[in-house]
């Protein structure tokens, strides 16, 4: 009874609090304990026992009353971090004023007018201590207290709440046989002796404890809370605007800022959802493990929301008291998370971050014999976002990443996910940010390198059986994606390809299932009506060709397949050279477009039948809720040009990043100049829809690089057809054999050099990645859920 007895206190004092007119004082202490002190609600009751319309009617009709309760709130947490919560009672208070500022904050930031609320400052609570003492008593006269020096009550909120998280017996087990006794020993305590989890900077695996997990969750709960402000304001264009919530809290004003870095990190790098090995155990035993690791990559991942194009670069040195982090200056950037982040140097550390990752990213792959029976996380996307940041701000990670083959149990995971999501719209997201990683990996030689390693794993995707490399398997999965994914990832197309091209001057030897995916693409973006149906899908053809002459120039000798795929269909090349530019024609393809859209044709693609165990990607399931997503830039301002040298350096192509087409080589007019050209040249009809035009076609259709490919055929196209008549052959092997023995020296016109499109931080990816991220964590708390039906501008609500 006493469960159902402290609900309907609670709820009573609920039902007062919503329809007393007149302010109840701040010294009123029985009114207001009601709320956290003889109760026992969990944070599931206090979402159901606090509804939303009544904390809106108490915003607006007694403001001052919502406004006492926030104050009481965070006054009984800074009293809990202060007195080091020893007695029952007290953590119980914490954990009930934590959960009640969990509900209320969000209809405080949906408020434009109560935005500044929590960052004015409360009489008497100074900075030199935390105590809000101007809360506990008459306010003082102005002029009686030093109010220049007080602390805003946002500032003693986080700084409340970073104390509780190290607090012994409480968070964090007690290295004493007495407890604490003074409220200095709390100050002095060194938390960086108090790390959650061993792993990075620090060796000593804490005693696991469900009771502390429980506690720790709750408290980063409120702390995300706290972060959400963001959800509140629209998408900036700018995307500066810095959240002063995680400004403060990442601040050298937040003393635990280096061990709660890295307890967050530690704690998700070395969970392992599979436990002991015993099939079935997340049946048996509930795993309170989870929840906590899913709000530190929350947590963590918000921490890091660092613009790095548009502020100093994070850079790899910097100055901490932390031994895993770099000794030398000069420092970082600001936010000590993100400062922290870049400067992490040890490779026993970077192992342990990247097995971290790899494992739980592999983690719905694992296939077992009894279905089920082990743990699939979901928190996969968070994951991808943190892998992100660590590449972003860390370059000694990304070359650590790209040293050894370990990238590929990054690869394979972010494969499966592409070709998993790429027929449910709401995913979308998903598939942008898989996309990105592997863009920013490709443009570093030893990605390409590394993709010539035999795929052997079989993890079960519905794409065509096929033996080969990790190439063939990239090669595969984008070719299933843009033939057979929603119509919503065609701005990707450019991006899947330039991965692609990146990729193909270190591509040892194709498949001849990839290698008739390459080719099935050139066949189906060379057709008429899709060259012709809008501005930019000649650049696809573009990158494929470029594909082609990279890998003839430079990986002849092991790529007889895909040479022997070129030579079977070689009317595309003829096709492509002898493009129609007379207006009858053009006319006639565009008749094509005035039929319903329809995906990109599969015939001709020779699917085969599809991996053992793997089940169809599958559209979402009408009603499913999905975040909207601000537009990505194109892949022009994404992608910077460097040009490999002889000895293996990168050179930058571009001074200062401009629009760029896909066609244009080094040696054409400045690209910007090119691609304004281009648009001039093609017409907008009066309703605004774009028109090809005969000069548009011949702008692009002359630089069309089938120089390589032309020669190619030439040479060997009759000495093929002549061992076919004299051999009488029609099996291919034979062919094969031959092409795997001949030799194009000094017949192909000279390698031009290679170009690869490095991705290049700027802030139109930083605010993708803002509305992306705040949109997985809000559709991901459903228990409690946070922010539902609360009024967020950062990005819209969706159903499929």
């Known amino acids: 009874m006493g469960s159902a007895d402290s609900k309907l206190n609670f709820r009573k004092a609920v039902i007062q609090l919503t329809t007393k007119t007149q302010p109840v004082e701040a010294t009123d202490d029985a009114f207001w304990d009601q709320f956290w002190a003889d109760t026992a609600t969990s944070v599931q009751d206090v979402f159901a026992l606090v509804p939303a319309a009544e904390i809106r009617a108490v ?53 434009p007018d109560w935005r500044g609320f929590f960052w004015s400052t409360v009489p008497g609570a100074g900075r030199g201590g935390p105590q809000l003492r101007g809360l506990c008593g008459p306010c003082p006269k102005q002029g009686e207290d030093d109010d220049e020096n007080a602390r805003p009550l946002a500032e003693s909120l986080l700084l409340a709440i970073a104390d509780l998280l190290f607090c012994p017996d409480f968070t964090v087990q007690s290295h004493r046989r007495s407890t604490v006794d003074s409220a200095e020993d709390i100050h002095s305590l060194d938390s960086c002796e108090y790390i959650w989890e061993a792993g990075v900077g620090f060796a000593h695996s804490p005693q696991p404890n469900y009771i502390h997990d429980m506690n720790r969750m709750e408290l980063l709960k409120l702390l995300l809370t706290c972060f959400s402000e963001a959800m509140y304001l629209p998408p900036a264009p700018d995307s500066s605007s810095i959240n ?39 049946l048996l035993f509930s795993d309170y493990r989870e929840p906590l690791v899913e709000e530190a990559a929350q947590v963590l991942i918000v921490t890091l929301d660092h613009d790095s194009a548009t502020s100093a670069s994070p850079t790899v040195d910097g100055t901490t008291t932390g031994t895993a982090m770099d000794d030398a200056d000069p420092p970082g950037p600001e936010n000590l998370f993100v400062n922290y982040l870049s400067r ?125 490399t990790h190439a063939d398997l990239l090669i595969v999965v984008f070719h299933k994606i843009i033939t057979s994914g929603h119509q919503r990832l065609q701005p990707l197309f450019d991006c899947l390809l330039t991965i692609v091209v990146n990729v193909s001057p270190y591509l040892k030897s194709l498949s001849m299932v990839a290698a008739n995916k390459l080719l099935h693409l050139l066949e189906a973006f060379s057709t008429t009506w899709f060259l012709f149906s809008a501005a930019q899908n000649h650049h696809l053809v573009f990158f494929l060709l470029e594909v082609f002459n990279n890998i003839i120039q430079y990986q002849f000798d092991g790529n007889s397949n895909l040479v022997y795929a070129i030579i079977r269909k070689r009317s595309v090349f ?36 599809s991996m053992e165990g793997s089940r169809p990607a599958v559209p979402a399931e009408p009603g499913t809720l999905k975040t909207s997503l601000v537009a990505t830039p194109g892949i022009d301002k994404l992608t910077e040009k460097s040009q490999v040298s002889e000895d293996g350096t990168l ?42 035009t005969s000069e548009w076609i011949l702008s692009w259709k002359s630089k069309l690089p089938l120089q390589t490919i032309m020669r190619l055929l030439q040479v060997l196209v009759p000495q093929v057809e002549k061992i076919c008549i004299d051999k009488g052959l029609t099996d291919e092997s034979e062919i094969l054999r031959f092409l795997q023995h001949g030799t194009l020296v000094g017949l192909l016109p000279v390698p031009h050099p290679i170009l690869i499109r490095k991705y290049q931080a700027n802030s139109g990816t930083a605010m993708w990645f803002r509305t992306y991220m705040w949109g997985v964590i809000y559709l991901r708390n459903v228990d409690p859920p946070v922010w539902y039906d609360t009024d967020v501008k950062l990005f819209e609500i969706q159903r499929v």
């Open 59 to 111: 915003r607006e009709e007694s403001p001052s009353n919502l406004a006492t309760l926030c104050y009481k709130a965070v006054e009984k947490l800074v009293q809990g971090a202060e007195s080091g919560c020893h007695s029952e009672k007290e953590r119980q208070i914490v954990l009930n004023c934590s959960r009640l500022l969990t509900r209320v904050l969000p209809y405080i930031f949906e408020d």
């Open 244 to 282: 002063p919530w995680v400004q403060f809290f990442c601040s050298t004003e937040n003393r635990h800022a280096l061990p709660l870095f890295t307890s967050l990190l530690n704690t998700v790098c070395a969970y392992d959802p599979v436990g002991y090995g015993i099939p079935y155990n997340h």
């Open 344 to 468: 992490i140097h040890r490779e026993e550390d970077f192992q342990f971050i990247l097995k971290g990752i790899a494992r739980l990213l592999s983690n719905p792959l694992l296939q077992t014999y009894l279905p089920n029976s082990t743990k699939k996380i979901q928190f996969h996307q968070e994951l991808l976002v943190l892998f992100w940041k660590l590449c972003d701000f860390n370059k000694k990670f990304l070359f650590f990443v790209l040293k050894s083959s370990d990238v590929l149990d990054i690869l394979v995971p972010i494969l499966y996910f592409l070709n998993d999501a790429r027929a449910d719209q709401s995913r979308v997201g998903l598939m942008h940010i898989g996309v990105f990683i592997l863009l920013l990996l490709s443009g570093e030689r030893n990605f390409g390198v590394r993709l010539n390693k035999p795929y052997s794993v079989r993890v079960p995707m519905d794409i065509p059986v096929f033996t080969g």
């Open 574 to 609: 003829h096709q492509l050279a002898n493009l129609p530019t007379d207006p009858p024609a053009i006319h006639k393809a565009l008749q094509w477009r005035r039929r319903p859209p329809e995906p990109l044709s599969r015939a001709g693609s020779q699917e085969g039948a």
């Open 651 to 692: 050179r930058s192509l571009e001074s200062a990043p401009q629009q760029s087409s896909a066609e244009d080589s080094p040696a054409t007019e400045e690209p910007s100049q090119a691609w304004r050209e281009q648009r001039r040249l093609s017409s907008a009809s009066a309703s605004g829809q774009w028109s090809p």
